[in-house]
């Protein structure tokens, strides 16, 4: 399991819906680095007067490198972070994320082109192949 829920989350989830503030609560101890991470971009985002704001350093070991990768891959966790944060997320290898303004995936023009198929391809170098 990515996440540690509380006896006291998973009982809730068990009986019913779930707070989402509780369960980003949950994302936020359970995945530190992916959080931090993406809070940061966040609040990048919201003090520049960019279109995106993205992080381009890898992961300081595999074990942050797995948090950013769970937290990405589930669509409840990505999902609920966007809401938290009001923003729209992409990504790219295994560390490349970016924050988006809201409305981002729908007007297509940046973040159409930072998620096509090229931008991709061009954003490969050899350290990334076992990412």
């Given at each position: 399991m990515s996440l540690d829920?509380?006896?006291e989350l998973l009982a809730?989830?068990?009986s019913g819906d779930i707070r989402e503030e509780d369960f980003v609560a949950t994302v936020r101890t359970s995945l530190p680095y992916a959080y931090d991470l993406i809070a940061s971009l966040a609040a990048e985002l919201d003090s520049v007067d960019a279109e995106f704001a993205d992080n381009?350093?890898?992961?300081?070991?595999?074990s942050e490198r797995g948090q950013l990768l769970r937290a990405l891959a589930s669509d409840a966790i990505r999902g609920s972070l966007e809401r938290h944060f009001a923003i729209e997320l992409a990504f790219q290898n295994c560390h490349r994320v970016a924050a988006f303004r809201?409305?981002?995936?729908t007007?297509?023009?940046t973040y159409g082109r930072f998620t096509s198929p090229r931008s991709q391809?061009?954003?490969q170098s050899p350290e990334f192949r076992d990412c």
């Amino acid at each position: 399991m990515s996440l540690d829920v509380s006896p006291e989350l998973l009982a809730e989830a068990e009986s019913g819906d779930i707070r989402e503030e509780d369960f980003v609560a949950t994302v936020r101890t359970s995945l530190p680095y992916a959080y931090d991470l993406i809070a940061s971009l966040a609040a990048e985002l919201d003090s520049v007067d960019a279109e995106f704001a993205d992080n381009q350093t890898p992961p300081p070991s595999e074990s942050e490198r797995g948090q950013l990768l769970r937290a990405l891959a589930s669509d409840a966790i990505r999902g609920s972070l966007e809401r938290h944060f009001a923003i729209e997320l992409a990504f790219q290898n295994c560390h490349r994320v970016a924050a988006f303004r809201p409305g981002a995936r729908t007007t297509g023009g940046t973040y159409g082109r930072f998620t096509s198929p090229r931008s991709q391809v061009l954003n490969q170098s050899p350290e990334f192949r076992d990412c």
